[in-house]
């Protein structure tokens, strides 16, 4: 009974941990820096205002900016601010800036991405700033969260876009990738033909001759739709530059190059511009 009981309390806690909401805000009151440095009426203004921001993220980005600047206004630039921006910023097409914010973030506070949702922004905004090396590290520990999202497409978008990152950017991660695909696979959602040309590539990357021969039904280059723009998309994954490119051409040539790798992993370099 006991290891139940446990059980049910890590899922409690890690799903907490999960929540947008910050620490501070998830009480009425208590411990945490905000509730000690804040009157009371600024402390629960302060909540109120990142509350509004979420709740207006996906739909008005502006408007959730304008909530985390006057969140900030009222306490300063703390970690849940900055991740509350640097998230808006990202939806407005500001790449770079979310990236940095979402830096300052992590600087201040090592758990300002427990919300599996934050931490792929993170991930995507390192991408679209061509942070390869950082990219892969936050697509990796994304995957190792990918079951505290909600959201079964956004799930498969963190393994189809961890894969590809992976392809792109690490030396010989063709397993790696392949077993990020295997579990895409399980719940495709529409997305097979990403998935199963993403498969397709990290075989003939692996040297296995055979991959064609793996697939029932190869995947026609139309099928791939056009090419998804430079910048934040709720509604395609988010592929490293280049990739897209080399996805077309393994379902139109024979012998279709392997991507050029942008950064090895750790490597420190920043990747081609997209």
Known sequence: MLP?????VFDLTTAA????????????????????????????RYCELLARGYARLAQTPKEALLAARSAEALAGPL???RVLAGRANLRLGDGPVAYQLFQQAEASDATAFADPKALHDYARAASLSNQASEAVRLYRLLVSRVALLDDPRERAFAQIE????????????ADEALGYLAH???????????IDTLRLLALQQSGR???????????????????????????????????????????TERGAPTPARTAPAGGGSKGKPR
């Open 162 to 173: 961890a894969a590809a990152h992976v392809l792109a950017h690490v030396e010989k991660g």
């Open 17 to 44: 941990q999960a929540s947008p909401r910050p620490r501070e805000c998830r009480g009425a009151s208590g411990s945490d820096g905000i509730w000690q440095r804040m009157q009371g009426a600024d402390a629960q």
């Open 209 to 251: 001759t055979s991959a064609r021969s793996s697939l029932a039904v190869l995947p026609s280059p139309a099928s791939l739709g056009a090419p998804p723009s430079a910048s934040f998309n709720p509604d395609l994954p988010l592929l490293p530059p280049g990739m897209f490119a080399s996805l077309a051409a393994v379902l």
């Open 79 to 81: 970690p849940a601010v």
């Open 4 to 8: 139940l009981v446990f059980a049910v």
């Open 184 to 194: 895409a696979r399980q719940e495709p959602l529409g997305l097979s033909t990403w």
